[in-house]
């Protein structure tokens, strides 16, 4: 009894310290984010008057697969960007709804005999359509190829400009999102690629594409999600991009194609630029902005939210695995020594941990092995570093780009962030152990529908 005693008492002293030493880790990354903040604010204007007549021609991939409920909205909304060097190419992936029907109805589509050029592999392309009223948007409709990858690489088929941004079809993008985005590439020519924070758009009011409001989800789940996106954004990928260690991008990319394969192709394809330019010995840097460039629909029911967290969990793994040569790879700075063990040990294993840990504190507290004073201060320490990551989060929005206007978002954002303590995080866990579980074992799983309310649409 006494051996096993002592096993309990290890293993809680071990999941205490994993658990103090990943949110220690998150509150330096948040406070680099603080000084980077300062920093790219201070430079704001000086760098807005000499790049603003500067500008590199972009191309706009957005796949989409039955899409027909924000289709029109979202490319109403890119074809209003503030920017002069830019076209547009939806890709229809074999909807099985009025996508296409929708888009040839709104923006007057025509076939349009054109030569598409087959650089990267991917399912057929059944045509190509042209608006008769935008001359810089094309739709390229193509054979389902069960994946965003497929979609994105037929975009990228036809794009004319080297540079270009895949997106979805269910986001917005910030009138002047191109303008900063770009401007890494117009600094420093050894970036390649740039990604930008991203804001759930459920509680704003949209209105011909134009975000003309913006407010908070009344749904309890994608007001949650409001938290985690400041939590990622504005501390993960901001403290991560300072040392050149971001994995993730969501917006801009210079590269080859999508791995028609990879659940995460978005992370997958830095991750492997990463490892290729190591390779090669090539400097280069992967830039990250903290402006709010892109406002996405987020799940306002259980199914579609479990979904998309465990497609994201999978997709961790398989990325992580596929460029498994890249930890500790000679050369690789802080991406490889730094962001791909740390993205090992507690993003992809952390659910692992965290369920086990908590598992094993309440049969321990059962058995009258933890005393309730110590089960007690355990889960207070848990609360009380996560909150202070929330908070900062929320802080560094507030003194930044203060996108919720009214102080009583930020009272709501602060008591969400409180809430979800209490059971959506730890429902989260169980979520991806599950899908860790799924990939390990090797079990096919499919994409899965994704169901758009779209109620911010006016």
């Known amino acids: 009894m006494n051996a096993f005693r002592n096993v309990l008492t290890a293993v809680q002293w071990g999941f205490l310290g994993y658990f103090i030493l990943l949110n220690v880790i998150y509150l330096g990354l948040a406070f680099i984010a603080v ?85 990267i592999k991917t399912r057929p392309v059944r045509g190509v359509y042209r608006s008769l009223k935008y001359p810089n948007l094309r739709v390229i409709d193509k054979e389902n190829g069960g994946s965003k990858a497929d979609a994105s690489n037929a975009g990228i088929n036809a794009a004319r400009y080297p540079l270009f941004y895949c997106g979805d ?4 993008l910030d ?31 949209v209105r011909g594409g134009v975000l003309e409001k ?4 009344r749904n309890p789940l994608a ?16 403290g991560w991009s300072a040392v050149n260690g971001m994995l993730i991008v969501s917006t801009v990319v210079e590269a080859g194609g999508y791995r028609h394969d990879a659940i995460g192709e978005d992370m997958e394809l830095i991750v492997r630029l990463h490892r290729m330019l190591v390779k090669r010995g090539q400097r280069y840097r992967v830039a990250f902005i903290p402006d709010p460039v892109c406002w996405t629909d987020a799940p306002e029911d259980v199914g579609t939210l479990k979904k998309q967290r465990m497609r994201w969990q999978r997709g961790l793994a398989q990325c992580l695995w596929m460029n498994r040569e890249l930890c500790f790879m000679r050369g690789s700075g802080a991406a490889g020594w730094l962001a791909f063990p740390f993205f090992v040990l507690f993003e992809l294993l952390s659910p692992l941990v965290e369920v ?20 007690l201060a355990f889960m207070l320490a848990a609360f009380a570093l996560g909150l202070m990551l929330s908070t900062t989060s929320l802080l560094l929005e507030e003194l930044s780009f203060h996108t919720y206007p009214k102080a009583r978002h930020l009272l709501v954002l602060f008591l969400v962030s409180i809430v979800e303590n209490f059971g959506y995080r730890q429902v989260m866990s169980v979520w991806r152990l599950h899908a860790l579980y799924q990939y390990l074992s090797g079990a096919q799983i499919g994409w899965g529908d994704m169901k758009r309310k779209a109620s911010w649409q006016q």
């Open 223 to 238: 007001l949650v999600q409001v938290v985690e996106y400041l939590r990622a954004f504005l501390g993960g990928r901001l």
């Open 169 to 172: 079809a269910d986001s917005i």
């Open 214 to 217: 913006v407010g908070l989800p």
């Open 356 to 375: 086990a840990g908590l598992v094993i504190m309440a049969i321990a507290f059962a058995m009258g092995m933890m005393t309730g004073e110590n089960f």
């Open 175 to 205: 009138p002047g999102a191109l303008e900063h985005v770009v401007r890494p590439f117009l600094e420093d020519p050894r970036t390649v690629a740039c990604g930008g924070s991203v804001r759930i758009i459920n509680g704003c009011s």
């Open 35 to 119: 000084f980077r903040l300062r920093r790219y604010m201070g430079g704001m204007s000086a760098a807005e008057r000499v790049y603003s007549h500067l500008q590199m021609p972009i191309s706009l991939v957005v796949p989409a697969y039955n899409e027909a409920a924000t289709i029109a909205t979202s490319i109403r909304a890119l074809l209003q960007l503030r920017y002069q060097h830019f076209e547009i190419i939806v890709v229809n992936d074999g909807s099985k709804d009025d996508t296409l029907a929708t888009m040839i109805r709104e923006f007057e589509l025509t076939p349009f005999p054109e030569a598409y050029r087959v650089q």
